[in-house]
């Protein structure tokens, strides 16, 4: 079975960092993509970030220049200069093909961790 442990998420300031991590586990493809997403309240998910399994990456324009994706065993979400509206339930979902931010490419998710960012 495929799993995906989202991690690292809590409260920081803004202009804070901080760096969740994704565990994943039983992915079937060959060729695959590991994407982060957010749901803010009352707004729909969105992508945020994804890297392929041959390294290549994305990301959201709002991620552009503040977020970095990367692997380390774990598949990492570095976010720098944190503002309020960050804050959001963080979610990882694998899929296979290139990268891509639909969360429609994407078929298995795991459960959220939770980022808050005060002004």
């Known amino acids: 079975d495929v799993q995906l442990q989202a991690s690292g998420g809590g409260l920081v300031q803004a202009g804070g960092s901080l760096r969740l991590s994704c565990a994943a586990s039983?992915?079937?493809?060959?060729?695959?993509?590991i994407g982060w997403f957010r749901r803010a309240p009352g707004k729909e998910r969105e992508g945020v970030a994804c890297?392929?399994?041959?390294g290549v990456t994305s990301y959201a324009e709002s991620a552009k220049g503040r977020f970095a994706i990367y692997s380390d065993g774990a598949v990492l979400l570095q976010m720098n200069a944190l503002k309020p509206e960050d804050t959001a339930l963080y979610f990882c979902?694998?899929?296979?093909?290139?990268?891509?931010?639909?969360?429609?490419?994407?078929?298995?998710w795991g459960q959220g961790t939770l980022v808050t960012v005060s002004s």
């Open positions: 890297i392929s399994s041959r």
């Open positions: 979902a694998t899929g296979s093909g290139g990268c891509g931010l639909w969360p429609s490419e994407y078929n298995h």
């Open positions: 039983g992915i079937p493809f060959d060729d695959y993509k």
